[in-house]
């Protein structure tokens, strides 16, 4: 858990520095993923706190509430009953475990650093949230990939995947174990489950 709120990391993309886009193959994107990643916004993505106020994209007032936002965000992350399951999305390594209220424990993939969005309808400013590594790519927390325009270096993710409606962000997160995941289409599928509300990975 504390790996995961310092937000301390070793390699982020496929470089150096955070570089967002597709390392390996596209997945196959499900319906569920292909509507996340509908209304794409420019977003702004960052490895760390530091680097955030350093690059001056945005305000240091905006990193503060995105690096907030993607703590507060990560205490919802999805929710897997082993390791094993766990790592089977998001890879070896990128899984921690944690402990619920009352007793038990459970998985959850390791934040790997955090995103900014301007939301521009409705004078909504800027949100923030939690980005995951699954399979070569990067996605919030809620499901969105986030996507990198090599030709004009801009990066994108798309409205709901960072800003979904109150019925899936207020639903209560639920730890998925391996015949879950498999029942949904496999370890290559979307990292949330909308069709009954759930939070779950």
């Known amino acids: 858990m504390m790996r995961s709120r310092s937000l301390t990391l070793t390699s982020l993309m496929c470089g150096a520095s955070l570089t967002i886009g597709a390392c390996d193959s596209t997945p196959t994107v499900s319906q569920a993923e292909a509507q996340l990643n509908k209304d794409p916004v420019e977003a702004f993505a960052y490895a760390s706190l530091d680097q955030c106020k350093a690059e001056n994209k945005v305000s240091d007032e905006e990193c503060d509430k995105g690096y907030a936002a993607a703590l507060k965000d990560d205490a919802n992350a999805p929710k897997y009953a082993e390791q ?10 990128q899984c ?3 402990s619920q209220a009352g007793g038990g424990s459970f998985f959850t993939p390791l934040l790997t650093g955090f995103i900014i969005v301007r939301m521009l309808d409705g004078g909504g400013g800027y949100r923030g949230t939690g980005l995951y590594r699954r399979g070569g790519e990067y996605y919030t927390g809620w499901g969105g990939r986030v996507n990198h325009d090599y030709a004009t270096g801009r990066t994108s993710v798309g409205r709901q995947g960072i800003d979904p409606p109150a019925a899936v962000r207020n639903a209560p997160a639920k730890v998925q174990t391996r015949s879950a995941v498999v029942s949904r289409g496999g370890f290559g599928g979307g990292s949330r489950s909308y069709g009954g509300g759930s939070r779950g990975g």
């Open 84 to 93: 094993k399951t766990c790592e089977d999305v998001y890879g070896e390594g």
């Open 96 to 98: 921690v475990p944690r």
